[in-house]
């Protein structure tokens, strides 16, 4: 049949296309153990020996296989996959002794990243013990953990912590900690030597699997599901599974199957920590660098780097740096230059204020700074209100009373109220927290 052909013709074309493209180890492992199957008019369909060949060559080759191909009415190609029937691969064929033995896989922790290194406050107390719950127990507390929140608040830190805790402790006990890159990786790498079962073996012989990033697992349809089963077979054995992720299970874009798996267990957020948090984590970091930091530049350190302790760390380790090579203490004028080089925003000039704050929540949310300080109890002012009064509580060290009476003779109970409700707020409620930190971050420019 002509079109037949034609249609034919242009997977071949496709072929000869990608084998000019590719490397050809490439070409060898993805593209050529593809077997065109039948080459309808609309739609082609395609025998791949894995689901990982089909997804490499649409990540790939999306673009370039819907000009050779059929479209569906969407734009999408339309190729229907056929997975090729299970050959019995021989398990010792192939490259595979190039890849490291299950048994000589030593987990790759931070061997900073441990407990006692980790600060605590009421940003993180409830996530650390239930973390501290896993490691004393395996399989038996919380399964899977599921660790949630924003970048640089010690989610790797604590997700390691365990790590270590149970290699300590329970020795007898198989450990491995990936990223979720990683697994996707080693899945890849084991494809090529024929060795996927071996792979999959090893993954489900352990006691604790500790899976970093899992929000990089969306759209690797794929890879999802062999992350899903693998973690089905580890629960169904009540092996212990602990997972971090900028975002809790339900905002992932992920198969419901692999949601409902994840909040089996215990979610957990990690929020902010809190000034004094802060201010303790600065005195810890700076201890084990062995450097004499002054209360009031912990102080000062902390009340401008509010959310990513790890730039709390980068801050450290340049005045670190710095008191190496000048051989002077630190005062607050050099935290204040080497911050503000860090920082590149005008903090220098100012510190955050009852005033700046109101005009700064006045602008994200759109109210006028005289209602800010009124009586109206209108929703969207009297949340803007709360915001207000919870970052000065959070941002400036002086007694509630004081800061109340700033916003037209509060009472320092109101006070606390809206830092108490706010503070709950932000930890369900993604709108609330977004404008709590574009807050914060316009803070430094006005
Ligand atoms: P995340 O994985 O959430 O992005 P990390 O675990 O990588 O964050 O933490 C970033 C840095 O901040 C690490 O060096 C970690 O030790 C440090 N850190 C974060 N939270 C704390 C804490 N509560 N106490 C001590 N160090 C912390
Ligand atoms: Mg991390």
Request: hydrophobic share 40%; net charge negative.
């Amino acid at each position: 049949m002509p079109v037949e052909c034609a249609v034919k013709n242009g997977w071949e074309q496709f072929f000869e296309f990608a084998q000019e493209q590719c490397s050809s180890a490439e070409f060898a492992n993805w593209i050529a153990p593809i077997r065109l199957i039948e080459a309808g008019d609309v739609e082609v369909v395609l025998e791949v020996p894995n689901v990982f060949v089909q997804e490499y060559l649409l990540e790939n080759f999306r673009n370039m296989l819907a000009e050779f191909l059929p479209l569906k009415a969407t734009g999408e190609v339309a190729i229907r996959f056929q997975i090729a029937a299970a050959e019995e691969v021989e398990e010792t064929s192939g490259n595979e002794e190039s890849l490291p033995q299950p048994s000589e896989v030593k987990p790759d922790l931070n061997p900073f990243y441990i407990f006692d290194h980790f600060i605590e406050g009421p940003s993180n107390q409830f996530i650390k013990s239930a973390a501290i719950g896993v490691a004393a127990r395996p399989g038996k507390a919380y399964n899977p953990l599921f660790i949630h929140g924003g970048v640089g608040l010690g989610k790797t830190h604590l997700l390691h912590s365990i790590g270590h805790y149970v290699l300590e402790n329970h020795r007898h006990l198989k450990v491995q900690s990936i990223t979720t890159e990683g697994f996707i990786n080693d899945i890849v790498d084991h494809l090529k030597a024929k060795s996927v079962d071996r792979m999959k073996r090893f993954y489900r012989s352990l006691d604790l699997l500790l899976v970093d990033d899992i929000q990089f697992l969306q759209n690797r349809l794929n890879f999802e599901e062999e992350f899903c089963n693998t973690f089905e077979t580890l629960l169904n054995q009540g092996k212990q599974i602990v997972i971090t992720s900028d975002k809790p299970p339900n905002q992932l874009r992920l198969s419901e199957r692999m949601v409902a798996r994840m909040e089996w267990g215990l979610v957990a957020h990690m929020g902010t920590p809190d000034l004094e948090t802060r201010v303790a984590i600065i005195k810890h970091k700076s201890e084990l660098r062995g450097l004499d930091m002054p209360s009031q530049v912990a102080f000062f350190i902390a009340e401008h780097i509010y959310n990513n302790v790890r730039q709390i760390e980068g801050a450290i380790n340049r005045l670190s740096a710095h008191t190496r090579i000048e051989r002077c203490p630190l005062t607050e004028q050099i935290v204040e230059r080497i911050l503000n080089e860090m920082l590149k925003s005008p903090i220098a000039h100012q510190k955050v204020s009852v005033e700046i704050i109101l005009k700064s929540v006045a602008a994200v949310f759109e109210v006028k700074i005289s209602e800010l300080k009124g009586e109206s109890r209108h929703k969207q002012i009297a949340t803007a209100r709360q915001v207000a009064m919870y970052l000065s509580k959070e941002m400036i060290d002086e007694s509630l009373m004081k800061l109340a009476s700033s916003f037209g003779g509060k009472t320092h109970s109101t006070l606390l109220h809206a830092w108490k409700k706010i503070s709950d707020q932000v930890q369900i409620n993604e709108t609330l927290r977004y404008q709590v930190q574009m807050v914060r971050r316009n803070l430094t420019t006005l």
